[in-house]
């Protein structure tokens, strides 16, 4: 089967051998951002996006119906890395949104900034994200903030730029690595433990854990009222 609409916003699915794959459609068509396989139908180029790169692929593909992602939102994408993700939600929020895409490692944002060269809605700030002050001149009131940070108190930081940047209706997407928080604890011990601290500040619409793409791992989708 060809290229078709999933039942999440922007993002394209097909079927190949039983096998589901997901797409979004390119914004700067002809260009790659990191090496992914293309497909074309009717005109449109596709990038294929893959789960085993990309917790947020992960999230769609165990189940998850509504990321909160939108065609001509901003969003604030706390770790970005080197931008494999971040170039999907480009994709997704289109020419009239933006992506302000933050990481704290100079060497990963050196390939952010030559991928921004070409999409035009992203921004790339080298900045610690367990520090909003330190950044808030430089980013905007966002729809959507999407945090995927590998540190020992990633929910704090979650939480704190959530009340710095979230606009009130605005969703929140957390990826959180167990093994990060504590690698001598039950996985699914420290996404309950999550869920509580969560629950006190934000409503969560939706939960996933992202086995088998990425072991340890969940993804809350949060929206703060």
């Not at 189940?63 to 994709?91: E, F, K, Q, W």
């Not at 629950?199 to 340890?216: C, K, N």
Request: aromatic share 8%.
């Amino acid at each position: 089967m060809g290229v078709r609409k999933s039942k999440i916003f922007e993002v394209y699915e097909s079927d190949d051998f039983r096998k589901r794959k997901l797409y979004t459609a390119n914004l700067v068509p002809g260009k790659k951002a990191y090496g992914e396989n293309i497909a074309v139908q009717d005109g449109i180029e596709y990038r294929e996006w893959d789960a085993g790169s990309s917790k947020l692929a992960s999230l769609i593909l165990n189940g998850c119906t509504n990321t909160g992602i939108r065609n001509g939102d901003v969003v604030l994408y706390l770790g970005s890395s080197t931008g494999t993700t971040v170039s999907h939600v480009s994709d997704i929020v289109g020419k009239e949104g933006f992506v302000f895409a933050l990481d704290v490692a100079p060497r990963v944002m050196r390939d952010l900034v030559f991928m921004c060269e070409d999409r035009k809605n992203i921004a790339p700030i080298l900045a610690d994200a367990n520090k909003p002050d330190s950044f808030k001149d430089r980013v905007m009131e966002a729809d959507v903030l999407y945090q995927d940070i590998a540190q020992k108190n990633q929910v704090e930081i979650f939480l704190k730029n959530v009340k710095a940047f979230l606009k009130k209706g605005g969703y929140a997407l957390l990826a959180v690595k167990a093994r990060n928080i504590d690698v001598t604890r039950n996985p699914k011990d420290i996404f309950r433990q999550v869920r509580a601290e969560l629950e006190s500040h934000l409503t969560i619409i939706d939960f996933r854990t992202l086995d088998p793409y990425q072991r340890d791992h969940c993804m809350f989708v949060c929206k703060r009222q």
